[in-house]
């Protein structure tokens, strides 16, 4: 099945190979992920608890992040406890 990932994907590779040397970052197309994970991440940043902080290592690449979860209260009260998360390209995709 096609999805449109997989398309932009294709499309993505037709188009580097003929104009490998002149594509540029800025000429790239933009992924569905890319586009969902605007908003988002501004809903994530806003929701999040005080014990809870996001940071994005590279602010062009919203799909890799690190959450940092420092507990106040409970067993783990010391603790800090840190995450790395990268979202797949076929992120909030169904198949139809």
């Known amino acids: 099945m096609l999805t449109l990932a997989s398309k ?5 590779g037709l ?4 104009t490998a ?19 988002e991440v501004a809903e ?6 005080c014990t809870c902080k996001v940071h994005f290592p ?20 010391v603790g800090k406890f840190q995450f790395e998360t990268e979202v797949p390209d076929a992120y909030n995709m169904v198949i139809v």
């Open 8 to 12: 932009l994907k294709r499309d993505d």
């Open 44 to 49: 994530l940043e806003a929701n999040l608890p």
């Open 58 to 77: 590279d602010p062009n690449k919203l799909h890799c992040f690190q959450l940092t979860v420092t507990p106040d209260e409970g067993y783990y009260q």
């Open 21 to 39: 040397a002149t594509a540029s970052v800025s000429t790239r197309r933009v992924s569905v992920r890319d586009k969902l994970l605007v908003k």
């Open 15 to 18: 188009k580097g190979s003929r």
